[in-house]
Structures are given as structure tokens and as C-alpha cells.
């Protein structure tokens, strides 16, 4: 994966009305199985601007820079721990202002915040992020990208050390916002939740699992907007989004802080650690409100798949698919390694078939095209998804193909339970 960092650009009020960013924190450090090989995926960015309200109590709309154009000297040897190479003043939105070295999280930034790792077993690949502990016996709150493909998530306690295997309660993508529940977990202590209006100009605190470092860090620094609108691209499987309502801080958040706490003064939660820019003399860092995020939280406890929600881990075929529009696991596979063009066959286009998955059991082939799902026919990779993601895990179903010799198949799969 390309490591090159972008460098921020400034736009003027007139120009500016939405920010561009890289994927949010996507899999800080990520470890080829196969090749036995680390490779870390900072994620690239360029920031364009954004277009916010002037403070919770104004109605008025304005444009603001989210990148300053006068880079300043590093502070400590070689620039931001995100390869940025800000210095200690930097200037954003013609003022100057300081950005602060995260430091290690105290027990009181510590308190409700934890530390996720998660296996990618058909990626052959892991992640690390963070999440907010919600209640006593382990509901988590994270960002959806940070657990998305995992098939296995630990969660790791970070006051006290214990580590819990987690499974997916449910999911939000248009959101990212994911939950979480803890295997036997009880009496944990739960973040504090902020029920006060936020400002611009009010001190925050990030803190979150920085670079996958395994120990929590807390980076301060102040709200530069609210109802911010960001554009993330997307960065492996995970399809990029716009993102609204976001806070906006200027803070020293790296990879490895998504699904963090964004505290007040107080100590209490007002935000999620969702996204940022790289590569400028600033970072510019994005948090889903915490009101925002709670309410998609209820909708998942309350089994409303609604809205973009997804309740519990989808079913499962295991086919890579060849066409472009195919992102993510979701039902069916992983975005294929095979050609990106669209192709002249009526159906989806199985460009490989994952070890161990129904589609390999049923004897599913690289060329081979799906031509319908029970009967119901499919005209491509968006379609198979679509028909999939009717079905839960342990359901039977009967998909016809076509072969590379153009004879037609058929084959009766169990559907199995998706990674999250």
C-alpha cells in the first residue's frame, strides 16, 4: 500500500464546501500472514476545506480553511508522528495555535476507553483501533471501519489489563458506527457521557489506542468547527463515504485513535474518533458526536435494521468477485483481485473463492459467473449482494453459475456467518 503522505491544500471561503479526507484511521498496523511482513497503512489524504457552522449557538454558515499554506519547523526530529512535520506553532484559518504532542493517557482519560485488535482471517492481515466502554457488562462503541473484515475482535481493557474476546452486536456503515458486546465481561467502568452543548474553541481531549501502539495516548487541542461534512476515499475492502454533523478538531490524533474518546474539560465524552487529515503541517481530526452515535446504538439494540443498520453478522458465500462495484465482505466476499473491467456475461464474475466457505464446498471457480440465487436472477456483483444480504447465516440456498466452458451449475450452500 502507497505510504506517500499528500500535502493539506488551502482553499478559500468561496471555493471550500466540503472536506476530503483519507479513509478514517483505517488498520494502523497491518501483518501479511502470509509473507510473515509488517507493513503499516497510514492512510493519505488531501484536505480541501470544509463547511461548518460557526458555533452551536449560530445559525450562521461559514467556510473555514482546514489546512494552513505556512508550514512551521518540527519539533521533535523528523515531524508529527502521522510523517506530517508540524511543528509546535502551526497556523490554521489564518491563526496561530498550538498543537501539543499527544502524551500517555492518564487513569482518568483512560477510564471507558479500551484497546481493540482484530484478526482479518480472510485478508490474511490485522488491525488495531479503539472503542468507549457504554455499560458494566461490555457494550463497546467503536467505528465500523475499525472492525470491518475481522473475524476475530479482542478487546483489551486498557486500566486494567484484561482482555475480552468480543463479538458484533451490529453496524451502521453510512454512520461507522459499530457495537460491540464482550464475552463475560461485568462490574467494567463505563465512560462518562457528556450531555452539554459543545463550543468552538472549547478544549478536547483525544484519546485512543495511537498507532497501534497498544497503550493509550491523549492528545490535546480545541474544536475548530461543528456540523462539519467529510468525504473519506476508501482505503482495501471499505467503500469510502461522506460523513455529516462531525466535530472538528485541530489535535495531535494518529492511526490507531478511530473509535476513541473525544473528551471535554471535564473528562466526559462528547465525540468518537472517526477521521483525519495527513500529510499537512496540521491534523485536522473529525469525532461523530456522541449523541450521534448513541442514538445508532439504539436502533441497533432494538433490532431496526432501518437506515443503513445492519443487526449481527451478515451470511456468508466466500466468493471474490471480479466486477468494480464490488466492495467489502459483505454477503458474498471480498472485492476481487481479478480484472476491475465490466464484464460482456450477465451475472457476477467470481474472480477467486475463499478456503473453507460454502463457495468453495460447492465447487465455485475463478471465472466462473453467478447467474442467480434461489432462482431470483442476478445481473452483477451489486445485484448478488443485494439477493445475499436478504439471507441470515445457517440458511440454505441454491446458486446457479456458469463455468469457464459455459456449462451451467448448480449447487444447494449453508450459508455461514460473515466476518463483521
Same mark, same amino acid.
Given at each position: 500500500m502507497d505510504e506517500n503522505l499528500s500535502t493539506a491544500q488551502q482553499t478559500s471561503q468561496q471555493e471550500a464546501d466540503a472536506t476530503t479526507v483519507a479513509r478514517p484511521w483505517y488498520r494502523r498496523p497491518v501483518i501479511v500472514a502470509c509473507a510473515g511482513v509488517a507493513v503499516a497503512t497510514l492512510a493519505t489524504t488531501a484536505v480541501v476545506g470544509v463547511k461548518a457552522t460557526a458555533s452551536a449557538a449560530s445559525d450562521t454558515t461559514q467556510t473555514v480553511a482546514a489546512a494552513p499554506a505556512v508550514p512551521q519547523a518540527p519539533s521533535w526530529g523528523g515531524g508529527g508522528r502521522d510523517g506530517s512535520g508540524y511543528g509546535d506553532d502551526s497556523q490554521t484559518s489564518g491563526t496561530t495555535t498550538s498543537v501539543s504532542e499527544a502524551t500517555e493517557a492518564n487513569d482518568d482519560e483512560s477510564t471507558g476507553v479500551v484497546i481493540i485488535e482484530t484478526v482479518l482471517g480472510y485478508s490474511e492481515a490485522a488491525a488495531a483501533g479503539s472503542g468507549i466502554v457504554l455499560t458494566e457488562d461490555g457494550l463497546i462503541l467503536t467505528n465500523n471501519h475499525v472492525i470491518d473484515g475481522a473475524t476475530e475482535i479482542s478487546v483489551t481493557i486498557a486500566t486494567t489489563g484484561e482482555t475480552y474476546a468480543a463479538t458484533l452486536v451490529g453496524t451502521s456503515v453510512d454512520s461507522d458506527v459499530a457495537l460491540l458486546q464482550l464475552e463475560g465481561a461485568s462490574g467494567l467502568e463505563v465512560a462518562a457521557i457528556d450531555d452539554d452543548d459543545e463550543t468552538v474553541g472549547e478544549a478536547v481531549t483525544a484519546v485512543g489506542n495511537a498507532e497501534g501502539g497498544g497503550v493509550l495516548m491523549a492528545a490535546d487541542g480545541e474544536i475548530t468547527a461543528l456540523e462539519s461534512s467529510v468525504t473519506t476515499a476508501s482505503s482495501g475492502t471499505t467503500a469510502g463515504e461522506t460523513l455529516y454533523g462531525m466535530i472538528e478538531v485541530l489535535a495531535d490524533v494518529v492511526s490507531g485513535d478511530s473509535g476513541g474518546a473525544l473528551l471535554d474539560d471535564e473528562g466526559e465524552v462528547i465525540g468518537m474518533t472517526t477521521a483525519a487529515s495527513v500529510g499537512g503541517v496540521v491534523t485536522v481530526g473529525y469525532a461523530v458526536p456522541i449523541e450521534d452515535a448513541l442514538a445508532i446504538v439504539e436502533q441497533i439494540l432494538a433490532g431496526d435494521e432501518s437506515d443503513g443498520v445492519t443487526v449481527g453478522y451478515s451470511a456468508f458465500l466466500g466468493v471474490? +468477485?471480479?466486477a468494480a462495484t464490488s466492495t467489502g465482505y459483505g454477503g458474498y466476499g471480498g472485492s476481487g483481485s481479478g480484472s476491475t473491467q465490466a464484464t460482456t456475461t450477465s451475472g457476477a464474475t467470481i474472480a477467486g473463492v475463499i478456503a473453507g466457505t460454502p463457495a468453495a464446498d460447492a465447487g465455485?471457480?475463478? /471465472?466462473? #459467473?453467478?447467474?442467480? !440465487? &434461489? /432462482? +431470483?436472477? !442476478?445481473?452483477? #456483483?451489486?445485484?448478488?449482494?443485494? !439477493?445475499?444480504? /436478504?439471507?441470515?447465516?445457517?440458511?440454505?440456498? +441454491?446458486? #446457479?453459475? +456458469? &463455468?469457464?466452458s459455459g456449462a451451467t451449475q448448480s449447487a444447494s450452500v449453508t450459508l455461514i456467518e460473515g466476518p463483521a
Amino acid at each position: 500500500m502507497d505510504e506517500n503522505l499528500s500535502t493539506a491544500q488551502q482553499t478559500s471561503q468561496q471555493e471550500a464546501d466540503a472536506t476530503t479526507v483519507a479513509r478514517p484511521w483505517y488498520r494502523r498496523p497491518v501483518i501479511v500472514a502470509c509473507a510473515g511482513v509488517a507493513v503499516a497503512t497510514l492512510a493519505t489524504t488531501a484536505v480541501v476545506g470544509v463547511k461548518a457552522t460557526a458555533s452551536a449557538a449560530s445559525d450562521t454558515t461559514q467556510t473555514v480553511a482546514a489546512a494552513p499554506a505556512v508550514p512551521q519547523a518540527p519539533s521533535w526530529g523528523g515531524g508529527g508522528r502521522d510523517g506530517s512535520g508540524y511543528g509546535d506553532d502551526s497556523q490554521t484559518s489564518g491563526t496561530t495555535t498550538s498543537v501539543s504532542e499527544a502524551t500517555e493517557a492518564n487513569d482518568d482519560e483512560s477510564t471507558g476507553v479500551v484497546i481493540i485488535e482484530t484478526v482479518l482471517g480472510y485478508s490474511e492481515a490485522a488491525a488495531a483501533g479503539s472503542g468507549i466502554v457504554l455499560t458494566e457488562d461490555g457494550l463497546i462503541l467503536t467505528n465500523n471501519h475499525v472492525i470491518d473484515g475481522a473475524t476475530e475482535i479482542s478487546v483489551t481493557i486498557a486500566t486494567t489489563g484484561e482482555t475480552y474476546a468480543a463479538t458484533l452486536v451490529g453496524t451502521s456503515v453510512d454512520s461507522d458506527v459499530a457495537l460491540l458486546q464482550l464475552e463475560g465481561a461485568s462490574g467494567l467502568e463505563v465512560a462518562a457521557i457528556d450531555d452539554d452543548d459543545e463550543t468552538v474553541g472549547e478544549a478536547v481531549t483525544a484519546v485512543g489506542n495511537a498507532e497501534g501502539g497498544g497503550v493509550l495516548m491523549a492528545a490535546d487541542g480545541e474544536i475548530t468547527a461543528l456540523e462539519s461534512s467529510v468525504t473519506t476515499a476508501s482505503s482495501g475492502t471499505t467503500a469510502g463515504e461522506t460523513l455529516y454533523g462531525m466535530i472538528e478538531v485541530l489535535a495531535d490524533v494518529v492511526s490507531g485513535d478511530s473509535g476513541g474518546a473525544l473528551l471535554d474539560d471535564e473528562g466526559e465524552v462528547i465525540g468518537m474518533t472517526t477521521a483525519a487529515s495527513v500529510g499537512g503541517v496540521v491534523t485536522v481530526g473529525y469525532a461523530v458526536p456522541i449523541e450521534d452515535a448513541l442514538a445508532i446504538v439504539e436502533q441497533i439494540l432494538a433490532g431496526d435494521e432501518s437506515d443503513g443498520v445492519t443487526v449481527g453478522y451478515s451470511a456468508f458465500l466466500g466468493v471474490q +468477485t471480479a466486477a468494480a462495484t464490488s466492495t467489502g465482505y459483505g454477503g458474498y466476499g471480498g472485492s476481487g483481485s481479478g480484472s476491475t473491467q465490466a464484464t460482456t456475461t450477465s451475472g457476477a464474475t467470481i474472480a477467486g473463492v475463499i478456503a473453507g466457505t460454502p463457495a468453495a464446498d460447492a465447487g465455485l471457480a475463478a /471465472g466462473d #459467473t453467478i447467474t442467480a !440465487v &434461489d /432462482g +431470483t436472477a !442476478v445481473a452483477d #456483483t451489486t445485484e448478488l449482494a443485494e !439477493v445475499l444480504a /436478504g439471507y441470515d447465516p445457517g440458511e440454505i440456498v +441454491t446458486i #446457479t453459475w +456458469t &463455468d469457464s466452458s459455459g456449462a451451467t451449475q448448480s449447487a444447494s450452500v449453508t450459508l455461514i456467518e460473515g466476518p463483521a
